[in-house]
């Protein structure tokens, strides 16, 4: 990294310092000189677990609507009502107000990655390996150790619809904005408002090339790569009734915007501009909709003025559209109900979309009191990011996300930000069926320590939080366990690891 005066000048703070160390790869902060919120310790043991031969609500709630249960997580909600269902809507109801709860522990883990936060010209100043490193470590963390559960699984989710693969060009450095100002910014938001943010992202003006979409003259062809992933794979589906001639109008609406690149300029880098006279001035027709052309008289503030009006104009066609209802419903009840959801809860869902303006907690209230959200239960299989993930969690394990986690995120392919293509990681079970050794390995590492110093579990202190056996075994299989769970766990010789392996705890 080049460390300017400008920059040194900025490093006034401990926290600065950090963020500078995680750059040069040399200055370290001990986490005692970190200033953060004081650290919630877990509740104390034992804790009550599910009792009942199936998979009841709450331990549902927990299923999907987190990255799975700790220890104490499964008592600690089903004490917010007097009945399963009043438990799951005041859980609901928490989590859908991420800003309201506290959430100490995230903060504790993630705070040394200040580096993060910086303003998008600065991440320049880093080396783009030690961002990607931070971006996924960060991820990691949050979704272990975060109250605010249901937020980070609906960042997930939009990181996948809204996928960018940082290894592109300026995308190294630019990706981290992104993942701040668009993914976490908007994650429970309003889908149009997201939607736009993602348009105008200097990342996604990258990686899907909007940066080079131009028609300065008549021999300047607009380039379509831009226009097809936001009609395809960002609103309207495969199947969302648009044309070939429609890709190419999007296109041409979208000429003219660019971003500040390393190679051009140190100035105002990674910012989003717009070029009039790199704009599309001619008439165009998307989805049925005239929008008129730019009068050849314009100058370049009108033309600026209409064109970067043409990107809204767009936006509002696509954005609440039906076909979008239905492609944005479909995914959402693929992540949360089945990989082939029913169509009477995909109609439902669309329906409070587009009833709500694209409202993200609307829409989710109206998928979690559908029939098929309420009564699927333990069909989907775990991706592999959930399984990690989760297994930190239901063993209430240490970990700082480094290289041991990361490798085998790797391994079973699903490490946040590695995915090639704009389609994002595959829901479907299918794809992920080839992991199951390496979960296996996973859980026997975890279960015998040897993932590293950083990321350990303390079995008898494990043990000790449940009453007895067959309650860990309950909090592992989000059910009481059968007679034959009981005894093949016991006989095993290596019962944790085999809970972590068996097909209950992998599915949710």
Request: proline fraction near 6%.
């Amino acid at each position: 990294m080049n460390f300017s005066r400008r920059h040194f000048l900025q490093t006034g703070s401990t926290a600065s310092l950090a963020a500078v160390a995680v750059g040069c790869d040399k200055l370290e902060v001990p986490d005692a000189l970190r200033i953060g919120p004081r650290a919630v310790a877990p509740p104390d043991g034992p804790f009550a677990t599910p009792t009942g031969k199936d998979i009841d609500l709450v331990s549902q709630a927990l299923n999907r609507l987190t990255f799975g249960a700790r220890p104490w997580d499964y008592q600690r909600t089903r004490k917010l009502g007097m009945t399963e269902e009043a438990a799951f809507a005041a859980f609901l109801d928490q989590q859908l107000a991420p800003e309201k709860i506290d959430d100490p522990n995230c903060e504790n883990a993630t705070r040394r990655f200040e580096l993060l936060h910086e303003p998008l010209g600065e991440l320049f100043e880093y080396q783009d390996k030690h961002l990607l490193d931070a971006l996924v470590r960060s991820t990691v963390l949050r979704a272990v150790f975060t109250e605010r559960q249901l937020y980070e699984v609906m960042v997930n989710f939009w990181s996948d619809h809204f996928n960018i693969d940082p290894s592109k060009g300026d995308a190294k450095w630019l990706k981290v904005a992104d993942d701040r100002d668009v993914i976490r910014a908007h994650a429970l938001g309003k889908f149009p408002a997201m939607l736009r943010a993602s348009a105008l992202s200097p990342a996604m003006l990258w990686y899907l090339d909007g940066r080079v979409n131009k028609k300065a003259n008549d021999a300047d062809k607009p380039n379509e790569n831009s226009a097809r992933e936001l009609l395809e794979l960002h609103t309207l589906g495969v199947h969302g009734g648009y044309s070939q001639k429609d890709v190419m109008e999007v296109a041409r609406c979208l000429t003219g915007w660019g971003v500040q690149e390393v190679g051009r300029s140190k100035l105002n880098l990674g910012s989003v501009e717009f070029k009039p006279y790199q704009h599309d001035r001619g008439e165009k027709v998307v989805l049925g909709h005239v929008i008129p052309g730019i009068p050849k008289k314009a100058n370049a503030a009108e033309i600026e003025k209409l064109g970067r009006a043409e990107l809204d104009t767009v936006l509002g066609i696509i954005g609440l559209h039906p076909s979008t209802a239905k492609f944005i419903a479909t995914k959402l009840c693929q992540r949360f109900i089945a990989d082939a959801p029913p169509a009477a809860a995909v109609s439902a869902v669309a329906e409070q979309f587009i009833a709500s303006g694209g409202d993200i907690p609307g829409t989710l209230r109206a998928l979690f009191a559908t029939d098929a959200f309420l009564t699927t239960r333990g069909n989907k299989l775990k991706r592999p990011f959930h399984y990690i993930v989760s297994t930190l969690r239901a063993t209430h394990a240490t970990t700082d996300a480094g290289s041991a986690i990361q490798d085998y995120l790797l391994r079973m392919g699903h490490a946040p930000f590695h995915y090639p293509t704009p389609d994002g990681y595959p829901e479907e079970a299918a794809p992920w069926l080839g992991t199951l050794l390496w979960r296996w390995n996973f859980a026997v590492a975890l279960t015998k320590n040897e993932l590293g110093n950083a990321t350990k579990l303390d079995a008898d202190k494990l043990r000790a939080s449940f009453a007895t056996e067959e309650n860990q075994m309950a909090h592992f299989l989000g059910r009481a366990p059968t007679a034959d769970e009981v005894t093949a766990c016991k006989e095993s010789g290596a019962p944790l690891a085999l809970l972590l392996a068996s097909p209950s705890f992998q599915k949710c």
